[in-house]
């Protein structure tokens, strides 16, 4: 596992002279009052152009273990900022896929505010699918 994010971090900074580079994170309320509200969930992205960008973020499993997931973000021309959102855990991707939309406000010199919305794809056992809303910050550079 260790070695697959290693992998994909390297690959990911080799790409970094010719591309777009951004930080994010998600608030997590869940978390004790101290930096771990903003750095639970915290990641890279690599804007591949200007519709798409994938990346890694940090996360909780089940077990509530240190875990990583995989994200993808397109674009969508309707509004600007808006995006459509993937994210999935790397063990049983298939099964835990999180979709959703957002939209990113510039702030400040590259910082943007991210609220967004992301649900499950699958039900659960109570056959409900309840999502959450997130506010994220990222930092493109």
Same mark, same amino acid.
Not at 76 to 89: E, I, K, S
């Given at each position: ?9 390297? +690959? ?38 200007? +519709? $798409? ?53 510039? $702030? ?22 309840e999502g959450k809303f997130n506010i994220g910050l990222s930092?493109?550079?």
């Amino acid at each position: 596992m260790k070695k697959l994010f290693l992998t994909a971090v390297v +690959a990911l900074f080799s790409l970094a002279a010719s591309a777009q580079l951004m930080l994010v994170t998600t608030y997590d309320g869940d978390q004790e009052e101290n930096m771990d509200k903003l750095t639970a969930h915290a990641g890279i992205g690599y804007v591949v152009n200007d +519709a $798409i960008t994938v990346g890694a973020v940090r996360a909780k499993d089940a077990n509530g273990d240190d875990a990583y997931e995989i994200f993808g973000r397109y674009s969508l021309p309707m509004v600007d900022g808006m995006y459509a959102a993937l994210q999935a855990p790397l063990s049983d991707a298939t099964d835990n896929m999180r979709i959703g939309v957002g939209v990113s406000f510039p $702030i400040w010199n590259g910082l943007h505010i991210e609220p967004n919305y992301l649900m499950p794809i699958q039900a659960d056992e109570n056959d409900e699918r309840e999502g959450k809303f997130n506010i994220g910050l990222s930092w493109r550079f």
